[in-house]
């Protein structure tokens, strides 16, 4: 790659680690407000949760990247705090499946409400254009990066 080609990568690459520090700032500011009900790793139970619907711990362990101990010991305090439940498969009555609870999708809710409004400030900072060039950035970037694209609001979570 020319040199010019490695001074762009080089120029994306700490835009883009500027921006997440931006992004991960104001996703702690959105879970500021729950502080004490969930950690950030419980929360990213609940938006899995919120976003893929009921599973096995097995499978969220999987999808979270921990160990399915660790998965069961955040549901077991998720499920104490009433955010989820716990519910035999309609499949298998062997099998437990984990959902959210009205409780835990209210604070998914409220968490990703307060996330957007704080990205859409951001972004009604700049100047048209630049949000139409930023829009067309990122869907490069997220297509380059294999993430599929958000087709509701409930996808809005931090998983």
Request: cysteine-free; proline content about 4%.
């Given at each position: 790659?020319?040199?010019?080609?490695?001074?762009?990568?080089?120029?994306?690459?700490?835009?883009?680690?500027?921006?997440?520090?931006?992004?991960?700032?104001?996703?702690?500011?959105?879970?500021?407000?729950?502080?004490?009900?969930?950690?950030l790793p419980q929360f990213r139970l609940l938006v899995v949760l919120s976003s893929q619907g009921p599973a096995k711990l097995?499978?969220?362990?999987?999808?979270?990247?921990?160990?399915?101990?660790?998965?069961?010991?955040?549901?077991?305090?998720?499920?104490?705090?009433?955010?989820?439940?716990?519910?035999?498969?309609?499949?298998?009555?062997?099998?437990?499946?984990?959902?959210?609870?009205?409780?835990?999708?209210?604070?998914?809710?409220?968490?990703?409400?307060?996330?957007?409004?704080?990205?859409a400030e951001v972004v009604s900072r700049m100047p048209a254009g630049q949000r139409h060039a930023l829009v067309a950035a990122?869907?490069?970037?997220?297509?380059?990066?294999?993430?599929?694209?958000?087709?509701?609001?409930?996808?809005?979570?931090?998983?």
């Amino acid at each position: 790659m020319s040199e010019q080609g490695d001074t762009g990568v080089d120029e994306v690459t700490s835009a883009l680690l500027t921006a997440s520090r931006l992004l991960v700032a104001i996703s702690v500011r959105s879970l500021s407000a729950v502080q004490g009900a969930v950690t950030l790793p419980q929360f990213r139970l609940l938006v899995v949760l919120s976003s893929q619907g009921p599973a096995k711990l097995v499978t969220l362990a999987g999808l979270l990247e921990v160990n399915p101990s660790t998965a069961m010991r955040m549901v077991d305090r998720l499920a104490s705090a009433g955010l989820v439940d716990r519910k035999a498969s309609p499949d298998s009555g062997r099998e437990i499946r984990i959902q959210l609870t009205g409780a835990g999708r209210g604070i998914v809710d409220d968490v990703t409400a307060r996330r957007r409004a704080d990205i859409a400030e951001v972004v009604s900072r700049m100047p048209a254009g630049q949000r139409h060039a930023l829009v067309a950035a990122l869907r490069a970037f997220t297509d380059a990066g294999g993430e599929p694209p958000v087709t509701s609001l409930a996808q809005l979570g931090w998983t």
